[in-house]
Nanobody, 122 residues
């Protein structure tokens, strides 16, 4: 099992940026695909971006392509989400999660963290 703790959220103006971090405990972190999800009030959670265990392949939801970048540092057991050109509609709680399945299959993710709030003002 892997335990995940997200950080880096906050309040930012539209057009600004944030960098989220997800710190993992456990020796198997480097074997997992990792994903970032978000959930806005009253909406279902959505897979925003994901990355393979090696970092060689990534997936982005259409609504964040070009603006967001996912990366990982297996030596530090950490996955990142750089979010640029933020929009008010990006406001949500952001969660990271681990997967032993295909990195772009949102149904395979588990061990979600507690989330970090991102709020974008207009």
């Amino acid at each position: 099992q892997v335990q995940l703790v997200e950080s880096g959220g906050g309040l930012v103006q539209a057009g600004g940026f944030l960098r989220l971090s997800c710190a993992a405990s456990g020796r198997r972190f480097s074997t997992y695909s990792m994903g970032w999800f978000r959930q806005a009030p009253g909406k279902d959670s959505t897979l925003v971006a994901s990355i393979t265990w090696s970092g060689s392949s990534t997936y982005y939801a259409d609504f964040v392509k070009v603006r967001f970048t996912i990366s990982r540092d297996n030596a530090k057991n950490t996955v990142f989400l750089r979010m640029d050109s933020l929009k008010p509609e990006d406001t949500a709680v952001y969660y990271c999660a681990a997967s032993e399945g295909h990195y772009s299959d949102y149904t395979t993710y588990h061990n979600w963290g507690q989330g970090t709030q991102v709020s974008v003002s207009s």
